[in-house]
């Protein structure tokens, strides 16, 4: 089991920043892939960003390249969504899922996650 806990959500303001932090606990986390992935009211579940279990493969969705950027910190634990330059169609439930050893080294498909965080609120302003 793969228990994750995210932190960092809030209110701000259109253009501002926030750093999403997903800490995980219990099997080895470094060899597990990450993925960040956020749902609005009325709207299903959508990615936003993956990151390898060695941190060398990336991918954004477009809507976030240039503004977001995901990071892994072996040794915390923890994976990272930095998220600069925040616009209102931002807002959603952010939620971080990891995905087990084994597979390609990245996926845009929450159903190849087999572990979920409660997810953090994010709501931006304009």
């Known amino acids: 089991q793969v228990q994750l806990v995210e932190s960092g959500g809030g209110s701000v303001q259109a253009g501002g920043s926030l750093r999403l932090s997903c800490t995980a606990s219990?099997?080895?986390?470094?060899?597990?892939?990450y993925g960040w992935f956020r749902q609005a009211p009325g709207k299903e579940r959508e990615f936003v960003a993956t990151?390898?279990?060695?941190?060398?493969?990336?991918y954004l969705v477009d809507s976030v390249k240039g503004r977001f950027t995901i990071s892994r910190d072996n040794a915390k634990t923890t994976v990272y969504l930095q998220m600069n330059d925040l616009k209102p169609e931002d807002t959603a439930v952010y939620f971080c899922?990891?995905?087990?050893?084994?597979?390609?080294?990245?996926?845009?498909?929450?159903?190849?996650?087999?572990?979920w965080g409660q997810g953090t609120q994010v709501t931006v302003s304009s």
């Open positions: 899922a990891a995905r087990p050893p084994g597979y390609s080294a990245i996926s845009t498909n929450s159903y190849d996650y087999n572990y």
């Open positions: 219990g099997r080895t986390f470094s060899n597990y892939a």
């Open positions: 990151i390898s279990w060695s941190g060398v493969t990336i």
